[in-house]
């Protein structure tokens, strides 16, 4: 039985012999998987994220050269590197700008680059005439503050906050969603924890997911997320 995520001796074999298959054909090897195997949270107990023999699936793939493992659950982009290993978290579709990892897969290197999801482009080049999707990158900006506001307003009916402190709040949380998504975060880190906005939102998100979560989001950001290359 099981509580946690696992990654079962027999599957560890059979990933072990997949990886020598390719060896031995002179194959490059990508790796994706739903659960996380270098976040912090992968490797503790009582975090929800845990996965049993994930280290030891970690070290398998750093013994086989794989550069690269992709994988998601945490609804998050971010980046880890452990020896010669890199993990990339991909996104989910259903954040506001909406974003995407494209990779550029060569003989030498694997190149990384965040995609935004051009849809007005999209929409002009169909001849569409709904005007959300000729104007989806204002929409989105529109909806993205909307929700910044709304969940502000959400916190603040417990952690009550001043109008001015209100928009400042919600100005921050605008601020860091659009850099985090854009991959501009780890440079804007400082600029953003200066922001008036900082000290009211994290006052207002006390006892709130979105409190510890917005401040793992910018303490964890790398530059990395603006993209990277990665050598065979």
Same mark, same amino acid.
């Given at each position: 039985?099981?509580?946690?995520?696992?990654?079962?001796?027999?599957?560890?074999?059979?990933?072990?012999?997949?990886l020598n298959d390719a060896q031995e054909q002179g194959l490059h090897v990508l790796c994706a998987g739903h659960y996380n195997i270098l976040t912090e949270g992968s490797r503790q107990q009582g975090t929800g994220f845990?996965?049993?023999?994930? &280290?030891?699936?970690? #070290?398998? @793939?750093? =013994?086989?050269?794989?550069?690269?493992?992709?994988?998601?659950?945490?609804?998050?982009?971010?980046?880890?590197?452990?020896?010669?290993?890199? &993990?990339?978290?991909? #996104?989910? @579709?259903? =954040?506001?700008?909406?974003?995407?990892?494209?990779?550029?897969?060569?003989?030498?290197?694997?190149?990384?680059?965040?995609?935004?999801?051009?849809?007005?482009?999209?929409a002009a080049e169909q001849g569409e005439n709904d005007p959300v999707l000729l104007h989806y990158a204002a929409w989105q900006e529109e909806q993205l503050r909307s929700y910044s506001h709304s969940n502000v307003a959400?916190?603040?009916?417990?952690?009550?906050?001043?109008?001015k402190q209100a928009k400042q709040a919600e100005d921050f949380f605008y601020a860091v969603m659009t850099a985090y998504w854009d991959g501009s975060?780890?440079?804007?880190?400082?600029?953003?924890?200066?922001?008036?906005?900082?000290?009211?939102f994290f006052r207002c998100a006390e006892g709130y997911a979105?409190?510890?979560?917005?401040?793992?989001?910018?303490?964890?950001?790398?530059?990395?997320?603006?993209?990277f290359t990665l050598a065979w």
């Open positions: 039985d099981h509580e946690n995520a696992f990654l079962s001796n027999e599957t560890l074999q059979w990933a072990e012999k997949m845990y996965v049993e023999n994930g &280290e030891r699936f970690a #070290e398998l @793939l750093k =013994a086989n050269s794989v550069p690269l493992y992709l994988s998601g659950h945490m609804h998050l982009r971010e980046v880890y590197s452990e020896d010669n290993l890199t &993990e990339l978290l991909t #996104e989910y @579709l259903l =954040a506001y700008p909406t974003g995407y990892n494209m990779l550029d897969v060569t003989e030498e290197q694997i190149r990384c680059l965040p995609r935004r999801v051009d849809v007005d482009a999209w959400y916190m603040a009916e417990r952690n009550p906050l001043n109008r975060l780890s440079a804007r880190r400082t600029e953003l924890e200066a922001m008036p906005g900082y000290d009211p979105y409190g510890w979560w917005l401040k793992a989001v910018i303490e964890t950001a790398v530059p990395e997320l603006a993209g």
